[in-house]
């Protein structure tokens, strides 16, 4: 019994309610003895149905008493505890900035903790993959991130939570407002609200509190490392827009001060040939060599159609810059000065960098610092099928009507092929 | 060996309880017999119950009455139909066979019970009429008893011998007609039972001369018309093993038939006979036997 799983266990707790039922209703029809006279008239032909009579009465109560065990156990959904037909739970987890603020209700205890607390309570059979919902391209973990610790730096989009309300799936966030899956498990660990800082601008931070948001004129050291890896003129640029935005230029790392973005060079993934690119972006123009790609060694131009510094190439999308967010890596091996209008080159490079900063963990958006509701579901154990249709996990549960069903009919032909009103 | 579920278990109603108001009954019944004998005089009553002899005098004809009550003699002497009437004679002794078997304890209500509610109601009116009254009954491995009743003033007795009587183990009327004593001293012989251990062939042979039988059967309501709603398993009341119906239309209508049938048997032997038959339910109350039935006791007194 260890090694089976239940969809629906409470039909299997209905097992001895049935047995009292089944009695009562046995004792209810066992035929009641009277006496009389007339017992000759009777006996004249029920007699002889008497012994087929006493014959059928108990097998067709037995029968009675396995259609309905039978179908008992197919409501119940049984099936095996089988490596084969263990599930794979998939954990969608937020990891938005709201995720990592105190839940309230316990010191230190911020809402994922709050959250993964409650995922280890369902004790889920089967193995458990987790996914970053913001992030979904960025992998598969087998084993909870040691990263995801904190809280991540990445701008992130909304999680289009309804994409993925699929069987054995678990979403896991903080507030479940609006959601309400109905394949999917839901997780909603809940919290309340946490005034802080919520903006970040150029002369001060904007702190949300009880009594309304105050203005603090003290921003926090930021700086931009590992600049001096960039070759000239690009490392010249990106100082210029360093100095503009009053972050700190560190070849370093700086103890104590938080780094908003962070510049690399971008690695060849394949040896070869540099890639001559073309790139013209309409007021001004580029020129030279990027590293070199798997997909392409010809010529790459483009009519400026495409976002900055993004190239298509056949069947590859080769980046000059390739941005992250904390995180810039240049691809631009070699090129000829820009031709055109400098400043809209300007404009667009500043752009890229913008994008790729971040923020300080401690700046919180309002919306994400409001009280979030505390939901748990609990979708049933559901499998898909091949195109796409819902069904049960039990693979018995058919067979099991299909008993409860012929046991239904023995028990009519036990119980009324011996009747004399058949004769 | 398998065990019989059933063994030692007995009918239900072997007793009889004189009903609280059984003699203020009686009186009325003895008064309303009074009425009703004086409207039936100079029929004759039913054949079987005993023919009238006594010569009261003559009334009109009346349309539908029986051609043979005609005096053919008034009729060519004035040109005008009258009828002879005639009053039964008392009947000097009247002899009761009484079934206390095992059957008789069927119920409820039970038919010894009612079966004992009418001996007495017929003994307490035929001895104010003048009768002399004996009631036979057998007990369990005894030889038949008789309870005399002679006179009015015995009746109190007579009727607490009456219901002391049990019907557990005692004699139907099959064997009670074989008893030796069962002479032809008797002016009128009434047999109480269920009829459903005797033939109308064992009562044949006692049928001679002028003494008129009358029979009174007894049925319980669940013999007239068991509940075919329910399961029923019948058993014999003298534990001859049993029979079962599993409930439903078909089985009662065939035991509903073959009851018809039965009583039919009887009632066409009775007529042919010339024997009163008066059939009772034991849910009924014994005034019926002597108002309701038509029969009366028009025979016996």
Redesign the interface.
């Known amino acids: 019994m260890s090694d089976l799983a239940w969809d629906r266990p409470f039909a299997v707790w209905l097992l001895p309610l049935l047995a009292v039922a089944w009695w009562l209703l046995v004792v209810a029809r066992r035929p009641k003895p009277q006496f009389t006279g007339s017992h000759a008239l009777w006996s004249v032909d029920e007699g002889k149905a008497a012994e087929g009579s006493k014959r059928g009465f108990w097998p067709a109560r037995f029968w009675e008493l396995g259609a309905m065990a039978l179908a008992l156990l197919a409501l119940a959904g049984p099936s095996l505890k089988s490596k084969d037909q263990e599930v794979t739970w998939t954990v969608l987890v937020d990891r938005s900035a709201s995720m990592y603020l105190d839940h309230g209700t316990e010191k230190g205890i911020t809402r994922m903790d709050r959250a993964l607390q409650r995922l280890r309570d369902w004790d889920l059979s089967g193995s458990t993959q987790f996914v970053d919902a913001g992030l979904l391209d960025f992998g598969v973990f087998q084993q909870w991130p040691e990263a995801w610790k904190s809280a991540p730096r990445a701008r992130r989009k909304p999680v289009a939570w309804s994409h993925w309300d699929r069987p054995n799936v678990l979403w896991m966030t903080d507030d479940a407002n609006g959601l309400d899956p109905v394949h999917a498990s839901l997780i909603a660990s809940g919290g309340q609200y946490q005034p802080g800082p919520v903006a970040l601008a150029d002369q001060g931070i904007l702190i949300e509190g009880e009594g309304g948001i105050r203005f603090d004129g003290d921003v926090p050291a930021m700086s931009v490392g590992g600049g001096d890896s960039w070759p000239q003129p690009w490392s010249g640029y990106a100082k210029l827009w360093c100095e503009d935005r009053g972050l700190i230029w560190s070849p370093n790392r700086v103890p104590g001060v938080f780094e908003a973005l962070h510049l690399a060079l971008m690695e060849a993934s394949h040896p070869g040939e540099a890639l001559v690119f073309d790139l013209n972006m309409g007021a001004y123009r580029m020129e030279g060599t990027c590293r070199p790609s798997p997909a392409s060694r010809e010529r790459l131009s483009t009519d400026g159609k495409v976002s900055p510094w993004a190239l298509e190439a056949v069947g590859a999308r080769h980046e000059l810059i390739a941005s992250e967010p904390g995180l810039l890596r240049l691809g631009v091996v070699d090129w000829k000065p820009v031709q055109g209008d400098l400043a809209a080159f300007a404009m667009d490079f500043a752009r890229i960098l913008d994008g790729a900063r971040v923020l300080p963990d401690f700046v919180v958006p309002s919306s994400e610092r409001g009280a979030a509701m505390a939901r748990e579901v609990r979708a049933g154990r559901f499998l898909e099928g091949p195109d796409g249709e819902k069904m049960t996990s039990s693979p018995w549960a058919p067979w099991l009507s299909v008993g409860a069903l012929l046991c239904l009919l023995a028990s009519f032909g036990m119980g009324y092929s011996r009747s004399p009103r058949d004769r | 060996m398998k065990r019989d579920p ?1 063994a030692g ?4 109603c072997p007793g009889a309880l004189e009903p609280r108001d059984f003699m203020a009954r009686l009186q009325c019944l003895s008064g309303a017999f009074a009425r009703q004998r004086a409207r039936s005089e100079g029929y004759g009553g039913d054949p079987g119950a005993g023919r009238g002899q006594e010569f009261i005098g003559y009334r009109p004809y009346r349309v539908g009455e029986d051609a043979r009550a005609l005096d053919f003699l008034m009729l060519a002497r004035l040109g005008k139909p009258f009828v002879r009437i005639q009053r039964s004679e008392v009947q000097a002794h009247l002899c009761m066979l009484v079934d206390t078997s ?5 119920g409820p209500p039970g ?1 010894w019970q009612s079966a004992a509610e009418i001996v007495a109601a017929w003994a307490h009116v035929a001895c104010l009429a003048g009768s002399e009254v004996s009631v036979v009954h057998a007990q369990a491995g005894s030889a038949p008893q008789i309870l005399h009743l002679h006179k009015p003033a015995q009746w109190r007795d007579f009727a607490g011998q009456l219901f002391r009587i049990r019907a557990r183990g005692g004699a139907d009327l099959s064997e009670l007609l074989q008893w030796r004593g069962l002479q032809k001293r008797w002016s009128q012989v009434v047999c109480v039972g ?1 009829l ?2 005797a033939q109308p062939n064992e009562f044949e042979l006692h049928l001679r001369g002028n003494v008129p039988w009358t029979l009174v059967r007894i ?2 309501p ?2 007239v018309a ?1 509940d075919e709603s ?8 003298k534990g ?7 409930g ?4 009662h209508w ?2 509903l038939r ?2 018809a049938e ?1 009583q039919e048997l009887w009632r066409s032997w009775a007529a042919q006979h010339r024997v009163g038959l008066l059939n009772h339910s034991s849910a009924n109350a014994f005034e019926e036997v002597f108002l309701g039935s038509g029969h009366g006791l028009g025979g016996v007194l």
Do not use: C, I
């Not at chain 2, 439903?248 to 089985?251: L, Y």
């Open positions: 059933f278990t007995q009918p239900p095992d059957s008789m304890a069927v038919k269920d459903f251990d049925m319980a669940l013999e068991p329910e399961a029923t398993v019948w058993l014999h009341p001859r093993g049993d029979a079962r119906s599993d439903g239309v078909a089985g065939a035991y073959r009851l039965n």
